[in-house]
C-alpha cells in the first residue's frame, strides 16, 4: 500500500513539474484532462455509428475506410513520397484543414504521416478517393496539436495523386550559404 501511495505522490509530482514547464495552471490540466474524456466518448459513439454505415470496412487497430472513387494505379509503399487532396475536420463536421481550397495538392513523405494516414496510403493505389475516421491513436492522441484537441477522432477525405519524387535541395548560391560557426 505504501509503494502505492508513494508512487502516487510521484507521479503528482511529474505532473505538476511538466504542467508548470508548459505554462499550464492546475485549472488549465483538469480542463484539458476533461475535454480528453469528452472527446474520447464522443470519438468512440461517431466511430461506432460509423462503422455501420455501408461501405465502411474497420481495421483490427480500429482506422475506419470508405472508398468513394477506386484507383488503380500503383500503391505506394512507406518509403514513397506522394501527392494527396485532403481535407481534415472534427467529427462535428468543422473543417481545419482543406488543400482543395489552397487549390494546390500536398506533397508528403508516406513515412512522415500520422499513422492513420500511412496505414491508408501503403493500401490504395493512385487515383482512389477514401474518407477515413482516425482513432486519437493513429491520429494525434492524447496530447492533440493545433486545432486538434486531445483523444480527438478526425475524419478525412483523401485523394491519391501520384507517387512523386522526393523534393530535392536546391543548390545554393555562395552568397547564400550559412558562415560556418554561425548559426
Known amino acids: 500500500m505504501l509503494r502505492v501511495i508513494l508512487f502516487s505522490l510521484l507521479a503528482l509530482v511529474v505532473v505538476f513539474?511538466?504542467?508548470?514547464?508548459?505554462?499550464l495552471t492546475p485549472e488549465q490540466i483538469e480542463d484539458?484532462?476533461?475535454?480528453a474524456d469528452i472527446n474520447?466518448?464522443?470519438?468512440?459513439?461517431?466511430?461506432?455509428?460509423?462503422?455501420?454505415?455501408?461501405g465502411v470496412v474497420t481495421t483490427a487497430n480500429g482506422l475506419q475506410i470508405e472508398v468513394l472513387l477506386a484507383g488503380?494505379?500503383?500503391v505506394p509503399r512507406e518509403d514513397d513520397w506522394v501527392q494527396?487532396?485532403?481535407?481534415?475536420?472534427?467529427i462535428d463536421g468543422r473543417e481545419f484543414e482543406n488543400s482543395w481550397r489552397k487549390r494546390e495538392p500536398a506533397t508528403v513523405a508516406v513515412a512522415d504521416t500520422i499513422p492513420g494516414w500511412r496505414?491508408?496510403?501503403?493500401?490504395?493505389?493512385?487515383?482512389?478517393?477514401?474518407?477515413l475516421v482516425l482513432p486519437p491513436e493513429l491520429a494525434y492522441g492524447r496530447p492533440g496539436g493545433g486545432h486538434i484537441g486531445p483523444e480527438e477522432t478526425l475524419v478525412f477525405e483523401l485523394e491519391l495523386l501520384a507517387i512523386v519524387e522526393p523534393e530535392q535541395p536546391r543548390d545554393r548560391d555562395e552568397w547564400e550559404k550559412p558562415v560556418p560557426g554561425l548559426r
Not at 513539474?17 to 505554462?23: C, E, I, K, Q, Y
Not at 484539458?32 to 475535454?35: A, F, N, Y
Not at 496505414?119 to 474518407?131: F, W
Request: no cysteine; proline share 6%.
Open 17 to 23: 513539474v511538466v504542467a508548470h514547464s508548459l505554462g
Open 32 to 35: 484539458q484532462i476533461l475535454l
Open 40 to 54: 474520447a466518448e464522443e470519438g468512440a459513439a461517431y466511430r461506432e455509428a460509423n462503422a455501420r454505415e455501408p
Open 72 to 74: 488503380d494505379g500503383p
Open 84 to 90: 494527396v487532396h485532403y481535407r481534415g475536420m472534427h
Open 119 to 131: 496505414q491508408a496510403l501503403v493500401s490504395i493505389p493512385v487515383g482512389t478517393r477514401v474518407r
